[in-house]
T-cell receptor, first 114, second 109 residues
Framework: KAGVTQTPRYLIKTRGQQVTLSCSPISGHRSVSWYQQTPGQGLQFLFEYFSETQRNKGNFPGRFSGRQFSNSRSEMNVSTLELGDSALYLC?????????????FGAGSRLTVL | AQRVTQPEKLLSVFKGAPVELKCNYSYSGSPELFWYVQYSRQRLQLLLRHISRESIKGFTADLNKGETSFHLKKPFAQEEDSAMYYCALRGGSARQLTFGSGTQLTVLP
């Protein structure tokens, strides 16, 4: 079965622009989580969505937002980009009903802000 | 608040030697602990979780609540074990995983 798919894989933006990243979870998975990975801060939780509702949010400014669609696909948006937003953004899905809550990660979207 | 500490940023061992990657956590309740691994140019993937009490690729990890540790061990390291290893915790009603900073393991020939 197909894994977690993230698009685009790489993108370059300039300060002040905004960006939208997309994540398609594993078929049947209804929970999608987003993480930011940087060399300095490591993996930090951004937010989690389940059935189109944000269930949890990490400690990021309001410039970071997300949503989930009825087909469980999720997008995250970062507005007014700053140099420090350069990172690998990872999406992970899980099958909540299983109770195992094991996250399966995508390959990530690498964002470079110039 | 929950916190995960991996004290070693880099760890090198020779092939065939035992390896232990340390993980300590801070959480007042009963946590779920995980080890994730990221091989070169591959995506982050689950290695093992404490509730399964299983051995994956020869690795084991035991949750020690007294020492609040979840160290990852393998008796005989292989070159293909070279990767970045992350310890992660999920506690109580918190749904997100809190990751440690990771340990880059290099197994030398």
């Amino acid at each position: 079965k197909a894994g977690v798919t993230q698009t685009p894989r790489y993108l370059i933006k300039t300060r002040g622009q905004q960006v939208t990243l997309s994540c398609s979870p594993i078929s049947g998975h209804r929970s999608v989580s987003w993480y930011q990975q940087t060399p300095g801060q490591g993996l930090q939780f951004l937010f989690e969505y389940f059935s189109e509702t944000q269930r949890n949010k990490g400690n990021f400014p309001g410039r970071f937002s997300g949503r989930q669609f009825s087909n469980s696909r999720s997008e995250m948006n970062v507005s007014t980009l700053e140099l420090g937003d350069s990172a690998l953004y990872l999406c992970a899905s899980s099958h909540q009903a299983s109770g195992a809550n094991v996250l399966t990660f995508g390959a990530g979207s690498r964002l470079t802000v110039l | 608040a929950q916190r995960v500490t991996q004290p070693e940023k880099l760890l090198s061992v020779f092939k065939g030697a035992p390896v232990e990657l340390k993980c300590n956590y801070s959480y007042s309740g009963s946590p779920e602990l995980f080890w994730y691994v990221q091989y070169s140019r591959q995506r982050l993937q689950l290695l093992l979780r404490h509730i399964s009490r299983e051995s994956i690729k020869g690795f084991t990890a035991d949750l020690n609540k007294g020492e609040t540790s979840f160290h990852l061990k393998k008796p005989f390291a292989q070159e293909e074990d070279s990767a970045m290893y992350y310890c992660a915790l999920r506690g109580g009603s918190a749904r997100q995983l809190t990751f440690g900073s990771g340990t880059q393991l290099t197994v030398l020939p």
